[in-house]
Every structure is written in structure tokens, then in C-alpha cells.
């Protein structure tokens, strides 16, 4: 197996942005296969492999992708991570030379309450009251910490500039969650343009938003413990999408219990715009996109 087998595609993130949706409509494209696996994390280097569900095996690794696409793409939000996982560019410069990307942005302050839902969800995150919305402040932690991972994944331009300085600018396509959540068709048109891939090849309705914040519903605690074992994890990952899907949504709608909207009260909500303000106008720049919708 030889680097031409390697994916050309990758689709960085960002976490609760859409790239669950993105990764099946891309390939809904006859010109494009995306991996059998979502976030397969291949390109993550340094981290313990027995704490991370990252497939490390390479033969494993190319048979997520099928053979006979001129595009063959991959979906790892934690690929934009820096600086809490790093050299994940040179990386993939080092096997993918000519590498396209998508990167999958979305109001910043917003992402971050929809990261502690998640987290609540999947029991990372474990409120001594589910039921009373969750204070966001007190889950996500010192919003001066380099390796805190809900502001990190947040400062898109930091992100998007360490592939630039490794790839190139136009390799990068940055998406507004907005635009591919409101403006369906068009924004995929504009992302197949991207990928030099003829548009008109899919102009059905695309389906609807996976994993939006209305579906999560808090688990029985032996559920989230059971969710928090990686063996079981790896399992879980491992099983068909039909199967995955019979098996979270039956548990779901049987034993779960929505999940109150996390609450960003005003000082927080300053603190984070002072933070989030340079990158937000930064992206602006770099892109050329006005993310109208966005709070800041």
C-alpha cells in the first residue's frame, strides 16, 4: 500500500458544527467515498493509544476507504484542535502533499454551549443536577488554559492558519454551519466547486442534520459509564451505521431524558467574546465570508 492510497480529503471540524451531516452528503457525490468510520483519527500523534479511539493501524486505516473515487475524504474534528494536539498538518503533509480541506465553523460562544451538552450526553461531563441547566462556566474550566479544549477548538483562525503555513490557503475551504444548515443546496455546490466536482451530480434534497442539539437526551448513569470504557467504545464505532443508529436511538427514546440548555450568563458570555473577538474578525479576513449570524 503506497501513499496513493492515502485519503485526499479531510474534513477538520469543528466539533458540533454539522460534520456528521457534512460527511454523508459528501458522499452522496458518486465522485467521492468518505470513510466507512467517522473520525477515525489516524493523523493524532503522541497520545496514548489505550486512551484514545484513534485507528493507529494503517492497513485497517485505507480499508475504511473504497477504491475507485478520484476523492477518497476522512471526517476528524480533533484534527483542529492546536495546540491540544499537535503536528497534526505536518503529518498529514507527509503522506498527503496535496491535501484539500474543509473546515466546518459555527458562531464560537454557541459551539461551546452545544460541547457541554454533548458532554452531558455521553456523560463526560457529570452535573450534580441533570435536570437544572448546567452552568457553562463550571464545566469548561480556566479560559486561559492553551490546552483547554472548548476554547481551543473555538479559535477557528489559529486553527485554519496552521494548515495555510503547511498546505496552502487555497487549499482550505472554511464553512459556515449556518450556511450548510439554511442553505443547503447552495453551500454543497459551493463545497463540490471546491473539490472540482460537478454539482449538478447531486441536486436531491440532502437530508437532515445529524446529531443537532434537540436529539440529546442524558442516559441512565450505567449507560454513561458504559459510554466512558474505551473497549466498548471501540466496539460501538466498529458496527455497521444502521446498527449504531438502531442502537443509540432505541436507547435514546426509551430511557432518555432531555437535556436542559446549558446556560452562558452575561459576564461569561464577555469573557468569551474577548477572547473569541480576534479570531472571529481575523476569519473574516482570511475568508472573505461575514458570518452574519454569528453573536460577535
Keep these: 500500500m503506497t501513499n496513493a492510497d492515502m485519503p ?8 458540533k458544527c454539522g460534520t456528521s451531516s457534512l460527511h454523508q452528503y459528501l458522499n452522496d457525490h458518486p465522485d467521492v467515498s468518505m470513510s466507512s468510520v467517522k473520525e477515525p483519527g489516524f493523523f493524532i500523534k503522541g497520545v496514548d493509544p489505550a486512551r484514545s479511539l484513534a485507528i493507529k493501524e494503517r492497513r485497517r486505516y485505507l480499508s475504511l476507504f473504497e ?8 471526517s476528524t474534528v480533533a484534527y483542529s484542535t492546536y495546540p491540544c494536539l499537535e503536528g497534526i498538518p505536518e503529518a498529514i503533509a507527509d503522506e498527503v502533499p ?16 452545544a460541547m457541554v451538552r454533548q458532554g452531558i450526553a455521553v456523560g463526560f461531563i457529570e452535573p450534580e443536577d441533570p435536570t437544572v441547566p448546567a452552568s457553562v462556566r463550571e464545566c469548561i474550566g480556566r479560559l486561559d488554559d492553551p490546552g483547554n479544549r472548548f476554547i481551543a477548538g473555538g479559535k477557528y483562525m489559529t486553527q485554519a492558519q496552521r494548515f495555510a503555513e503547511v498546505f496552502s490557503k487555497e487549499s482550505i475551504l472554511v464553512i459556515d454551519s449556518d450556511e450548510l444548515r439554511f442553505r443547503r443546496q447552495e453551500t454543497m455546490a459551493e463545497i463540490f466547486r471546491f473539490l472540482d466536482c460537478d454539482p449538478e451530480e ?37 458496527r455497521p451505521d444502521e446498527t449504531r443508529d438502531a442502537l443509540g436511538g432505541r436507547f435514546g427514546s426509551l430511557f432518555g431524558t432531555p437535556i436542559p440548555k446549558p446556560v452562558i450568563d452575561a459576564p461569561l458570555r464577555r469573557d468569551l467574546e474577548e477572547v473569541f473577538r480576534p479570531e472571529v474578525e481575523a476569519l473574516r479576513e482570511f475568508t472573505g465570508k461575514p458570518f452574519s449570524a454569528w453573536s460577535i
Design 8 to 15: 485526499n480529503l479531510f474534513v477538520i471540524g469543528a466539533a
Design 67 to 74: 477504491a475507485g473515487h478520484r476523492i477518497r475524504g476522512e
Design 98 to 113: 496535496d491535501a484539500s480541506f474543509l473546515y466546518l465553523v459555527r458562531d464560537p460562544i454557541e459551539r461551546i454551549a
Design 202 to 238: 447531486v441536486r436531491h434534497a440532502f437530508g437532515r442534520m445529524e446529531n443537532v442539539g434537540s436529539d440529546l437526551t442524558l442516559k441512565p448513569a450505567p449507560y454513561r459509564w458504559l459510554r466512558r470504557r474505551q473497549r466498548l467504545r471501540r466496539w460501538y464505532r466498529g
